[in-house]
């Protein structure tokens, strides 16, 4: 992949080779390679073991595509609806009990499912695919059509799909697609303590 970006440091070009689309090309993905990217989902580190991640899918040739594209909001529905597979990332907010104890609340279930998105998304690149992350959710609608179980955490929306041609995009939206930049090293990673003038 061509692109703007370039690491400070020496870095796999996976992790530039990374970024988050908005145009797809509206074709299936089949179902082994989809299955390919959950499976490295699947093996994200977790606290305790515990895997709180879950994830529901609909392919865009399957029964439930149009409902999954219902869930996100109207921003995100005009351009996801191309993608090739629509994700709903859960965590499970209890931890489960041991030894007779019961369910206790998790702190971690959210940071765990980030851990298991960003998996999914390097393993989607790995194949030739892009993936983007949407926090424009009706999560209410979503727990609801999907029945998703009071326990869940709704984290994010997924669209997972090979990347189409900006001209594909409404005009406003045009211009943004393209891989964007990241911080200096040196503004987000300090050795010891913050400095004062951070603190500050």
């Not at 061509?2 to 090309?25: G, K, M």
């Not at 209410?140 to 997972?160: M, Q, W």
């Not at 090979?162 to 393209?178: F, I, N, T």
Request: charged share 20%.
């Amino acid at each position: 992949m061509t692109h703007p970006r370039t690491a400070d440091h020496p870095i796999e070009p996976l992790f530039l080779d990374r970024w988050s689309p908005r145009s797809f090309l509206p074709e299936s993905m089949p179902q082994a390679d989809l299955e390919t990217v959950l499976e490295a989902a699947r093996w994200a580190p977790s606290a305790f073991n515990i895997q709180p991640w879950h994830f529901l899918y609909a392919q865009r040739d399957s029964a439930q595509w149009e409902l999954f594209v219902s869930v996100l909001d109207a921003f995100n529905r005009r351009w996801a609806a191309d993608a090739a597979v629509l994700v709903l990332l859960l965590s499970d907010t209890l931890m489960p009990g041991e030894g007779g104890r019961p369910d206790r609340p998790s702190t971690l279930n959210s940071f765990d499912a980030g851990a298991a998105w960003a998996q999914l998304a390097l393993q989607a690149t790995a194949l030739g695919y892009q993936a983007h992350a949407m926090a424009g959710i009706d999560r209410d609608h979503a727990r609801g059509a999907l029945a998703v179980p009071a326990r869940f955490k709704i984290e994010i929306a997924i669209a997972l799909g090979l990347r189409g041609p900006a001209e594909r995009l409404p005009e406003p939206l045009r211009v943004r697609e393209k891989p964007s930049g990241r911080k200096p090293l040196a503004e987000i990673a300090t050795a010891g303590g913050f400095r004062a003038e951070r603190a500050a």
